[in-house]
């Protein structure tokens, strides 16, 4: 079957399954790997796509870009599924979201005295437990995540990148068709067009990538789609620079609100009813 045929199938689980994606790539033994779980989370409201990825023997489990209003959702899903969330951890410092790194980390330590822990780049200027930097590993249970720097979006943006299940989860750097904007919180087109060639379109082609974002219901593509097929960033670097220069996007809606909560790594503390 068709890569495009498989996507058309995900994007209809999308909407049948009220934001919990499953993957129709893969069958639920994931990847060819029966202790690894793997799901794909959707927030409507900012169009963000959150991951959960699980090693089935210790239950350690981390979740990559949650947001603020599903907290609750995701937390429900790592119990029923009996795991242990040994880190929750971030792309870069989002504009268009609240994190809920901050919320997850007082409901856990509030409700199971566990303590999971924030992570973030070193380079985002945000409060974290954990800073990740260039060849950092994010490790859980047998499975790890190689932290590869990609700023140009942000100064701080990092993708995350699973050899083992042949995963990338780009953030903002790289969407399906697309990359985030470079207008605003650092941006710039030039370093984002060599940290995107350098760090993600230098992996093997075959690749899932998996975007922060997608707002036509898309789920997933592959590092060889993009570099041959996304419409900006397979340009030449001096055209991708004047596409981005000439997008004339508008100002994020939620950018007032999100910037200061994501700097403190969301809600850390909840007002409690007396």
């Known amino acids: 079957m068709r890569l495009t045929s498989l996507l058309s199938i995900a994007s209809g689980a999308l909407k049948r399954c009220g934001g919990i994606v499953v993957n129709p790539l893969r069958s639920m033994s994931m990847f060819g790997d029966a202790n690894f779980e793997f799901r794909q989370l959707f927030e409507k409201e900012s169009s963000t796509y959150s991951f959960l990825l699980a090693d089935k023997t210790s239950r350690e489990a981390v979740l990559v870009d949650p947001v603020l209003e599903t907290v609750e959702r995701d937390l429900a899903l790592v119990e029923e599924l009996d795991l242990t969330l040994k880190y929750a951890i971030n792309t870069h410092m989002h504009a268009d979201h609240i994190t ?6 007082d409901i856990l330590k509030r409700q199971k005295g566990a303590a999971c822990k924030s992570v973030i780049s070193e380079a985002s200027g945000a409060k974290a437990d954990e800073y990740v930097r260039q060849g950092d590993k994010v490790r859980f249970g047998q499975y790890e995540l190689e932290v590869r720097v990609t700023p140009g979006h942000t100064n701080g943006c990092v993708s995350y990148v699973d050899h083992a299940h042949k995963l990338v989860f780009t953030g903002d750097a ?3 068709r697309g990359c985030g904007r470079t207008d605003f ?13 350098a760090q993600i379109f230098s992996l093997p082609p075959e690749y899932l990538l998996y975007p922060a974002h997608d707002y036509t219901g898309r789920t997933v593509s592959t590092v060889g789609e993009e570099a041959r097929l996304n419409p900006r960033l ?6 991708f620079i004047q596409i981005m220069h000439n997008l004339n996007l508008a100002y994020p809606k939620k950018i007032d609100l999100a910037l200061p909560w994501n700097k403190v790594c969301g809600i850390q503390e909840l007002v409690q009813p007396k």
Do not use: W
């Open 174 to 176: 790289v969407l399906i």
């Open 185 to 197: 919180q650092e941006g710039n087109a030039g370093t984002l067009y060599d940290s995107v060639h």
């Open 100 to 105: 809920g790194t901050g919320k997850i980390k």
């Open 234 to 239: 397979a340009k030449p670097r001096d055209q």
